[in-house]
């Protein structure tokens, strides 16, 4: 969980180090929507960065969720966050 000393730059260099999971960052009440945003964000450009490694057969010094899962997480949750910040409700997904 966030540290209250922790700066939006530290956070921005490796979400993983403050956060556990991308709905944390999402959940966290310390941030507005666009740091949550640019996070997330930043977090992602981390998770396709460590993918490209891996199709590489370079191994990752970090121990996280296989890439293509957390990718796909952070992709879901950004997802989620845009619609819930338009105001959009799932209704009318799959009908």
Known sequence: MREL??????????????????????DDQHLNDDEKREILQSWKEDAKALLRAESENMPSAKSTPAAPELLR???????????????EDDSRADG
Request: net charge negative; hydrophobic share 40%; aromatic share 6%.
């Open 5 to 26: 000393s922790v700066s939006l730059e530290d956070i921005l260099e490796d979400p993983s180090a403050v956060f556990d999971s991308p709905q944390e960052v999402v």
């Open 73 to 87: 997480e952070i992709s879901n949750i950004l997802i989620d966050f845009e619609k819930k910040s338009r105001g």
